[in-house]
């Protein structure tokens, strides 16, 4: 597979996991078969966070490779949850590791200007309200605020990483 094709893919990928994780802002966790969505989810989270890193939003950079670091090794803790080998109780920490390595990520996008900067402030932001969302039951529309920032955030970056591989090659 030419790295074009990848990095298209993925940015298909990442726009999916934008789209499915705002949506699943507003789904009950005690909804049925919600674990089959997450999987969903988690999966092209993936594949999105690989494409970016393929695409060099962040390649060769410390922070940035720490930062993709955490988020892979995180989405497979969060993987392995949603497919049951490990218990709901991991989410907590699984999604903590995903928010600090998002962070160091979205720092290092900041600093190679590749993507437009409302991206990863948004995605800096939604780091900082979704954890005050889902440990304050009475602030839980933070948790919802946050989901839909980060999803809209992560779609729009898959766009820019299609629209960019796509004028590579013309």
Not at 1 to 13: G, H, N, Q, W
Not at 39 to 45: M, P
């Amino acid at each position: 597979m030419s790295k074009s094709t990848f990095i298209r893919l993925c940015a298909l990928s990442a726009i999916l996991a934008g789209a499915l994780r705002a949506i699943a802002s507003f789904i009950p966790d005690t909804t049925s078969k919600v674990y089959v969505l997450y999987f969903a989810i988690d999966l092209t989270l993936l594949l999105g966070i690989t494409g970016f890193y393929r695409w060099s939003l962040t390649a060769g950079k410390f922070v940035g490779a720490l930062g993709f670091s955490f988020m892979f090794g995180a989405l497979l803790v969060l993987i392995a949850r949603d497919v049951g080998v490990l218990p709901a109780g991991v989410y907590a920490v699984g999604a903590a590791v995903f928010s600090l390595g998002l962070d160091l990520f979205a720092i290092q996008a900041l600093r190679t200007r590749k993507i437009s900067r409302w991206i990863p402030l948004c995605w800096i932001l939604s780091t900082i309200i979704g954890p005050v969302g889902f440990f304050v039951p009475k602030l839980h529309f933070l948790f919802v605020l946050s989901g839909v920032v980060f999803g809209i955030a992560f779609a729009c970056a898959g766009v820019a990483m299609a629209w960019s591989s796509r004028l590579e090659i013309n």
